[in-house]
């Protein structure tokens, strides 16, 4: 079966770097448009950006836009996000996402997500 599985997370103090790791199986990665997302406590899952099936284009939400970046490397089914200039509100479990079409509504797939905690 399809699995996206996220690592990477961890607590990490503001303006510090993490690096999110998700790495597919059971599915022919290359094809598939990718994304991340994240959720805070009490919060809406946000969109923080996405990356094309071949790795050519990418955007970001404006809220991390400058401070992360996505990659993938389709040759270990595995997409990338790197977080720069960390701040608290950055807190949240991050997950990633796949989809045939890049519908980011309701992508066909997701991962179970890994936490990140920023302190101040």
């Known amino acids: 079966q399809v699995q996206l599985v996220e690592s990477g997370g961890g607590l990490v103090q503001a303006g510090g770097s993490l690096r999110l790791s998700c790495v597919a199986s059971?599915?022919?990665?290359?094809?598939?448009?990718t994304a991340w997302f994240r959720q805070a406590p009490g919060k809406e899952r946000e969109f923080l950006g996405a990356?094309?099936?071949?790795?050519?284009?990418?955007y970001y939400a404006d809220s991390v836009k400058g401070r992360f970046t996505i990659s993938r490397d389709n040759a270990k089914n595995t997409m990338y996000l790197h977080m720069n200039s960390l701040k608290p509100d950055d807190t949240a479990v991050y997950s990633c996402?796949?989809?045939?079409?890049?519908?980011?509504?309701?992508?066909?797939?997701w991962g179970q997500g890994t936490q990140v905690t920023v302190s101040p």
């Open positions: 996402a796949a989809d045939y079409r890049s519908r980011w509504l309701k992508p066909d797939y």
């Open positions: 059971g599915l022919t990665f290359s094809s598939y448009a």
């Open positions: 990356i094309s099936w071949s790795g050519d284009s990418t």
